[in-house]
């Protein structure tokens, strides 16, 4: 056992740290520290910094410019990103439907898609969950019958997390109704410009536009934009929700919120109650962080540590207790969230009721916290 | 950086647990061993120094083994696995402690050579009644006449300090002069032999004049290196939690799917199973600190030790209490009995927290310090 890095991992740590605080535009981070929103505009230009730097999308194959990294590099990677205020790297594309791309693809589809999805070219919505169809996936109904070449798919899609910028979406469909209902979904790429697609906003409890539906009304898909066999899009999901764990904990943005908060109310920080919720946080936030790093340690072999799945509980967890945390801290100053920018209140604390709001995601998404338990409590415990 | 055992550590804590285990897997033997005085395995104690357990925080020259903290933590770990009642904690990590960071080289070679045999047992008098967690003595006071120190005064609880051989006794200096360290005789003492919650033993130590022999030199204000040794003992005390808080877990997921209610098991019902989800994720997290805890002694930093300490003390607290209530409760009545081994485990969990600091006072001292940082570095 031994806490310090290697001097190899150090270095390399250093010059992670060094890239993301100087070659990323100082605009784009601040967004980012100070907790507002990204315009489309400022994601792709970030994600095409790293791309040109070779830190996009670093855990895909090497020849589709994959890195090689160990794991413990990506973590630190992955951490010194969200310590610097830098956007991670477009999860639709760099987390799911390229290394889907990358292991299920025909060499057409990998040439023809992971360079730009790598530089975010194009931008890849997420076409999975249905209004029937949330943690119970294989329930899902829209579907894919096949005409001459083509597929024609009818149904709709929900929870397409910006939807409104993606340029395609990868898609759940169900391919054949006879058969088990696992066995018979596969996963088609759809050109969102394609006649029939239609996006929906939904207006959310923060007063955002994050989240759409996605109506298909007879959109002719062809052929050759349907990813590995017919009826292997379950197996093709749980490899892409697999890996959408890894890093699904924001330990090194939500330390990085904490943090923020003891500058942008240092006033309050005299108050003992609001000391000794900042160290609780702070210590349960160090438990999580090194939980993390325990996973990482033992990941090497291939085969993820069992605690992996504490990662999202807590993790979602601890980022939900800290917007907990900002809105208390803006107290009457929160109820501001909607004045125009030329209020007296300050930025922060007319976020905070919005992303107290937004946040409660986070325990619902990626497999919701009671999914988690199941998969712990099975899994890990046998019971 | 690297969380997992060597192949050395892995027999290490192979060895301690197959032994402890010939003591102690079944819960009865406890029961038996903490009902009668000494209140525990002299026999084991003996074996226990055999294998050199007792002596692996000291250097060879003082009849030690020299090991690092990890592998006193593992000793701990395993210790806390069967509730094994024997005072490692109390007499080799804090007195034992003491000793090894204050002695003289005479002292060291004399008190930790016979504690590592298994000749002596040692105990830290360092706490006065009604005291919490100070580093200043308070409790017992130190005279000096000449060369020769005496000691007055009440120390409260002291842990094993009814089978101990040795006492070694913090005391307010004379002149305000700070805080001292002194070694005393058990035989020119009162004690009183009372048990904890747990079985575990304390006693009440009265000090009437009693000859005292100053830990190093004379009349220096210890109360720094004091503060050190209680924080390591502190870590080790949460490696001890660690292993008693994997016992509870292990014994509640069992109990699970062994027990029947209504015709099933009961990790038929998905209440259940999510609170035994929620334990997991107390313990692993638990787990993570009490390492990186353990590693941070290696750098050998004081104040970094102190951090650590506090930092695995909210921790462990949190989550013994945490587990050791679930625990209880998801056994149902059986988890009440003294005959089975998890209600006594979660007694000896708040044994150990409120002899070495519980979830309040760390928080506390955490608190303090809450501005003097940005972030939390886990990796320096």
Redesign the interface.
């Known amino acids: 056992?031994?806490?310090?890095?290697?001097p190899a991992?150090a270095e390399f740590r250093a010059r992670m740290r060094e890239f993301f605080t100087t070659k990323v535009p100082q605009e784009i981070r601040d967004t980012v520290l100070d907790g507002r929103h990204l315009t489309r505009d400022q994601i792709v230009e970030s994600q095409r910094v790293l791309n040109a730097e070779g830190l996009a999308v670093p855990h895909w194959p090497t020849e589709w410019g994959g890195q090689d990294w160990t794991d413990?590099q990506r973590h630190l990677w992955h951490e010194e990103m969200q310590?610097a205020g830098v956007p991670i790297p477009l999860a639709f594309n760099a987390s799911m439907i390229g290394p889907v791309i990358a292991q299920f693809g025909t060499e057409e589809q990998k040439a023809r898609f992971l360079p730009d999805t790598a530089n975010l070219d194009i931008w890849w919505s997420q076409g999975f969950s249905e209004p029937d169809a949330g943690s119970d996936l294989a329930s899902l109904r829209t579907t894919a019958v096949r005409d001459g070449d083509d597929w024609v798919v009818n149904g709709q899609k929900t929870w397409t997390t910006l939807g409104q910028h993606g340029d395609w979406i990868f898609t759940l469909v169900r391919t054949d109704p006879e058969v088990k209902k696992q066995a018979g979904i596969s996963m088609l790429l759809i050109d969102m410009t394609t006649p029939g697609v239609e996006v929906r906003p939904i207006e959310l409890i923060d007063g955002g536009h994050e989240v759409n539906e996605v109506w298909f009304t007879d959109v002719r898909v062809p052929g050759d934009l349907l990813v590995g066999e017919p009826g292997q899009g379950w197996t093709i999901a749980k490899f892409l929700l697999g890996n959408e764990r890894v890093g699904v904990a924001p330990v090194g943005a939500t330390?990085?919120a904490l943090?923020g908060l003891?500058t942008v109310a240092?006033a309050q920080?005299e108050d003992?109650m609001v000391?000794?919720r900042?160290?609780?946080l702070?210590?349960?936030?160090?438990?999580?962080?090194?939980?993390a790093?325990?996973v990482v340690?033992?990941s090497a072999g291939g085969e993820p540590h069992p605690?992996s799945s504490?990662l999202k509980?807590?993790g979602t967890e601890l980022q939900q207790a800290v917007s907990e945390l900002a809105l208390d801290l803006a107290g009457p100053a929160s109820l501001a969230s909607r004045a125009d920018e030329d209020s007296p209140q300050e930025g922060w604390a007319r976020r905070s009721a919005p992303t107290y709001l937004n946040f409660r995601k986070a325990s619902i998404y990626g497999g919701s916290n009671?999914i988690?338990?199941?998969i712990?409590?099975?899994t890990?415990?046998?019971? | 950086m690297d969380f997992t055992y060597d192949d050395e550590q892995q027999a290490l804590r192979e060895a301690v647990r197959g032994l402890l285990a010939t003591a102690y897997a079944d819960h009865d033997a406890r029961r038996r061993t903490v009902a009668d005085e000494p209140g525990f395995d002299r026999a084991l104690w003996g074996r226990l120094a055999e294998m050199g357990v007792l002596g692996l925080p000291f250097a060879e020259e003082h009849g030690g083994v020299g090991a690092g903290p990890v592998e006193i933590g593992i000793v701990c770990q395993e210790l806390g696995r069967v509730l094994a009642p024997e005072p490692y904690l109390a007499s080799v990590v804090h007195a034992g402690g003491l000793v090894a960071a204050l002695g003289s080289p005479e002292q060291k070679a004399d008190l930790l050579g016979r504690l590592s045999a298994g000749e002596v047992v040692l105990a830290a008098a360092d706490t006065s009644p009604g005291g919490r967690w100070a580093s200043r003595a308070d409790g017992v006071r130190a005279s000096v006449s000449g060369d020769t120190w005496t000691l007055d005064g009440v120390a409260d609880p002291v842990v094993a300090g009814g089978s101990a051989d040795v006492l070694v006794v913090t005391a307010a200096l004379p002149d305000e002069g700070g805080t001292g360290v002194f070694v005393v005789d058990a035989a020119d003492v009162e004690r009183t032999g009372y048990a904890a919650a747990d079985l575990s033993r304390a006693a009440s130590v009265r000090f009437a004049g009693s000859a005292a022999t100053p830990l190093g030199a004379p009349g220096r204000d210890l109360a720094p290196s004091i503060a050190t040794i209680s924080d390591l003992t502190r870590i080790m005390g949460a490696n001890q939690s660690l292993g008693v808080m994997q016992s509870q877990v292990r014994a509640t997921t069992d109990y699970l799917k062994s027990r029947k209610q209504f015709g099933v098991t009961l990790n038929t019902f998905q209440a259940l199973t999510f609170r035994a989800a929620d334990m997991y994720v107390s313990l692993e997290l638990a787990h993570s600190m009490v390492d990186w805890a353990t590693m941070t002694i290696a750098g050998g930093d004081r104040e970094a030790v102190a951090e650590a300490a506090d930092r695995v003390g909210l921790e462990v607290s949190r989550a013994g209490r945490h587990i050791g209530q679930e625990a209880i409760q998801l056994h149902g009545g059986i988890g009440m009995t003294a005959e089975y081994a998890v209600g006594v485990g979660t007694a000896h969990l708040e044994v150990l927290d409120q002899w070495l600091g519980n979830a309040p006072h760390h928080l506390s001292r955490l608190a303090g310090r809450v501005t003097d940082h940005e972030l939390v570095e886990a990796l320096s």
């Open positions: 056992m031994q806490l310090e890095l290697s991992d413990l310590r330390k990085r943090a003891k240092a920080m003992p000391r000794a900042v160290a609780e702070e210590n349960q936030l160090l438990a999580l962080e090194l939980t790093l325990r340690a033992h605690a504490v509980l807590r009671e988690q338990r199941q712990i409590s099975r890990i415990l046998g019971l």
